[in-house]
């Protein structure tokens, strides 16, 4: 038996992401730079004008005469089904009658070049009856209007407990929305290959989504259309459902003129026509005891899910599971509304409804602080989940991993926490214009894709004659480090170095029926069918080297690109070139399914989660009483990774997920007017984190000693999403720090992002909000 072997130095621990040095020197390949043939044509959208309405008549025909313009494409023009939704067939290509956000593609035109296809398209003339439209949660409610049915999950009996609470609350939490902004925009390239068939070249995280969706526009099969993604520039899951989207339009029209076409969307057109993360509003009341323990809860999440399905059930499930966070809810009920409004679908985000969720806690726990003098931190460490007891979720799943006792009693040393506290104190007593907060916040994320069917994986692995690999599986690279951990696991696994490993274009006529790049599971899932493919080829090779050599197989040994067998010893390339001389095959598939995971949606219990993220972070910040702004001073990170395959990577990845979320809770401000048109549709009206938003002091460390006690990829834990929701520390820095601006026990009714004008109607309500029930 050939024991496994252990991650080393230089075979992924802190190696470098695999396209560094194409990235800083501008050679790394996007769909965008990819050499295109000769007669190509480039493709523009026409979008709606308006939020809802019948359209009574489209004119494109002037469109046809202007200059360089080939085709125009409606959905009379799709051969097949007019569809890029998912999960409910309710997402046209091209609205054929009915309007239902403004910015909804019409129609697209294909042209000589992409300013001729943009002027094209901007040049339509379409008439609508104007209807009726819903454009917020409040109206959604009030008028019923759900895209897909409200779900319910109670455990205990929540409203008796209510009525026997010490204390109670009520309030309403406002979460607001957020743009994927990546760097690099939708693009899709469709080239018509011989009999019918379509090479798509996507910037997809789910590439045999695109496909599935591209084969049915075209009235063909999938084994008809192949999709390739080399990397993304950003996709944060907003390149999930999305891409199907423009691929399909370009399908359609390269269909149409038997020419390859490129949509690449600009950014304007890709804020109006793609979906956001969703913005929420919850209703509750809570039930405590003195010392802030929560005896009883219920919450009502609304979402705006826009005007179809898209992802919203999943993302809204999950922000359900995670209402607790890290802490135990006895009785407890959340109910779940999914509501239809007349605006773009919203979708996937880093996170998945898990942000929200945790927000909703976090509100609660520190409102009851607050009301009972408490210290934040002692109310959230009265709540945290046991490890002996205390320890089963609302949806059944018991909590065996609890690492945030550890993380947090870390945390609150290496911090200073309590020491700081006072400082601050002693800062704003004497301080009456620039207010300082503090706060400390936990994270319990879980990781994988709720939909049990959609946690597998495979891999495609060939070894060449001189000995180095070739790496293909169903992960996308967006930059978070995928391809550069996947390939450390096979390096690891055949002992040879990181440099022979070569990790291939994302192919969907490589390695089929792939789960998308998303729920933070791509390390897991691509990570395990790699190495079984690995393993595959070196039992081979362990095999042949005994029936060779007379060496008995715990003899063998791989390392540094040599292979001890016995007594002998040969490089790897040459022990592969004697296997390949004796016909040994060199290549191999893998495939891994997630184990011990099953779920009732039904009844919405089970174990949707193969194991939990842990994470704290403590942020400080200042605020301008006089203008609103806030500045983050200080962020001190702990976050749990298991056994980090590259720590590197990893650190990257908590502090990009970190800022972004930062972004989202206090300068990613999306806004409709009462027109339904979004406004902030560029980087002039919609801010995002740059570099001089990082902290001035940041301490960031992965957590050590803690090996992810399930068998993951070498005991790894995922790091993709977790990492945004430690940025709720810093909302909760700014509450305390507008907070200290009244009396003793005041609380900021502060709505989420926290903006400048936010900062200041937080100020200003301070001590009018509350929400306070007697108990009974």
């Known amino acids: 038996m050939v024991t496994e072997p252990i991650l080393q130095p230089g075979q992924g621990a802190a190696a470098r992401h695999e396209s560094a040095h194409l990235h800083v020197t501008g050679r790394a390949l996007y769909a965008d730079d990819i050499p295109l043939p000769a007669d190509t044509l480039h493709a523009a959208f026409g979008l709606s004008r308006i939020a809802h309405g019948r359209i009574?008549?489209?004119?494109?025909?002037?469109?046809?005469?202007?200059?360089?313009?080939?085709?125009?494409?409606?959905?009379?023009?799709?051969?097949?089904?007019?569809?890029?939704?998912?999960?409910l067939h309710d997402d046209p290509i091209f609205a054929a009658d009915l309007v239902q956000y403004a910015g909804q593609p019409l129609f697209a035109v294909a042209a000589t070049s992409y300013s001729a296809a943009r002027r094209a398209a901007g040049a339509g003339h379409i008439a609508y009856e104007e209807l009726p439209a819903i454009l917020d949660i409040r109206a959604a409610l009030a008028a019923q209007s759900f895209v897909l049915p409200t779900e319910r999950l109670v455990r205990g009996q929540p409203h008796e407990a209510l009525t026997h609470a010490a204390h109670r609350l009520r309030g309403t939490v406002c979460i607001g929305g957020q743009d994927h902004f990546y760097l690099e925009g939708q693009i899709a390239i469709a080239l018509p290959q011989e009999d019918g068939a379509m090479l798509l070249h996507s910037s997809t995280q789910h590439p045999s989504e695109v496909q599935q969706i591209v084969a049915r526009a075209l009235g063909r099969r999938a084994h008809d259309i192949t999709v390739q993604c080399r990397r993304m520039g950003g996709g944060f899951g907003g390149k999930e459902t999305q891409p199907a989207l423009i691929a399909a339009a370009a399908a359609v029209l390269a269909h149409k003129t038997g020419r390859p076409v490129k949509l690449r969307v600009d950014r304007d057109a890709d804020m109006l026509l793609t979906g956001k993360r969703h913005d929420f509003l919850a209703d509750y009341e809570v039930g405590f005891g003195d010392d802030g323990r929560v005896t009883a809860l219920a919450v009502v999440l609304a979402s705006r899910c826009g005007y179809s399905a898209d992802l919203s059930g999943p993302v809204n499930d999950r922000a359900m599971m995670h209402v607790d966070n890290a802490y135990f809810l006895d009785h407890v009920e959340i109910v779940s509304h999914r509501c239809k409004t007349h605006t773009v679908s919203n979708t996937a985000f880093r996170g998945f409804g898990g942000p929200q969720g945790m927000m909703v806690i976090e509100h609660i726990l520190d409102q009851i602080a607050r009301t009972q003098g408490l210290d934040p931190l002692a109310v959230r460490r009265a709540n945290f989940y046991g490890l002996e007891d205390r320890n089963v979720t609302p949806y059944g799943q018991r909590?065996?991993?609890?690492?945030?006792?550890?993380?947090?009693?870390?945390?609150?040393?290496?911090?200073?926490?309590?020491?700081?506290?006072?400082?601050?104190?002693?800062?704003?007593?004497?301080?009456?214009?620039?207010?300082?907060?503090?706060?400390?916040?936990?994270?319990?994320?879980?990781?994988?894709?709720?939909?049990?069917?959609?946690?597998?994986?495979?891999?495609?692995?060939?070894?060449?004659?001189?000995?180095?690999?070739?790496?293909?599986?169903?992960?996308?690279?967006?930059?978070?480090?995928?391809?550069?951990?996947?390939?450390?696991?096979?390096?690891?696994?055949?002992?040879?170095?990181?440099?022979?490993?070569?990790?291939?274009?994302?192919?969907?006529?490589?390695?089929?029926?792939t789960s998308a790049s998303a729920a933070s599971a791509s390390s897991d899932l691509n990570g395990k069918a790699a190495q079984a493919a690995a393993q595959t080829i070196r039992r081979r090779l362990v095999q042949f080297a005994c029936d060779a050599y007379g060496a008995a197989p715990e003899n063998v040994h791989f390392h540094a690109g040599r292979v001890q067998v016995g007594e002998r010893q040969f490089a790897f390339a040459d022990l592969v070139q004697q296997a390949y001389r004796a016909r040994i095959s060199l290549s191999s598939t893998g495939f891994y399914r997630t184990p011990k995971i099953e779920w009732d949606k039904s009844s919405m219990r089970g174990r949707p989660f193969f194991y939990f993220a842990y994470g704290a972070a403590v942020s400080e910040v200042a605020v301008d009483t006089l203008t609103g702004e806030t500045q983050l001073l200080g962020v001190d990170i702990l976050h749990d990774a298991g056994t980090s395959l590259n720590t590197a990577i990893d650190?990257?990845?908590?502090?990009?997920?970190?800022?972004?979320?930062?972004?989202?809770?206090?300068?990613?401000e999306l806004w409709w007017n009462g027109a339904g048109e979004l406004k902030t549709h560029a980087p002039s009206t919609y801010k995002i984190p740059t570099a001089r938003d990082w902290p001035l002091r940041a301490s960031v460390r992965l957590l050590e000693g803690e090996p992810n006690r399930e068998e993951t990829i070498y005991r790894s834990k995922a790091v993709g999403e977790p990492p945004l929701m430690l940025a709720i520390s810093v909302f909760h820095a700014i509450r305390d720090a507008i907070a200290s601006c009244g009396a003793p026990g005041s609380f900021a009714d502060l709505s989420a992002p926290a903006t400048p004008e936010a900062v200041l109607r937080a100020i200003g309500n301070l001590g009018l909000a509350g929400g306070v029930a007697p108990s009974p």
């Open 56 to 87: 009574r008549a489209l004119d494109l025909a002037t469109l046809q005469l202007r200059p360089g313009v080939v085709a125009v494409a409606t959905a009379a023009d799709i051969p097949g089904e007019n569809n890029y939704g998912s999960v």
């Open 399 to 513: 909590v065996e991993d609890n690492v945030i006792h550890t993380i947090v009693d870390r945390l609150v040393a290496s911090s200073r926490y309590h020491a700081r506290r006072r400082n601050i104190a002693a800062w704003n007593a004497a301080s009456t214009t620039v207010k300082r907060g503090l706060a400390l916040t936990p994270v319990k994320f879980g990781i994988s894709f709720t939909s049990t069917t959609f946690n597998q994986a495979g891999a495609l692995l060939h070894v060449y004659t001189d000995g180095t690999v070739l790496l293909n599986h169903g992960g996308t690279e967006m930059g978070q480090g995928l391809f550069t951990k996947v390939a450390s696991v096979v390096a690891t696994e055949l002992g040879v170095p990181l440099s022979a490993i070569r990790v291939s274009t994302t192919d969907t006529s490589k390695v089929p029926n």
């Open 651 to 668: 650190l990257g990845q908590i502090e990009g997920g970190f800022l972004q979320g930062v972004g989202w809770l206090t300068s990613e």
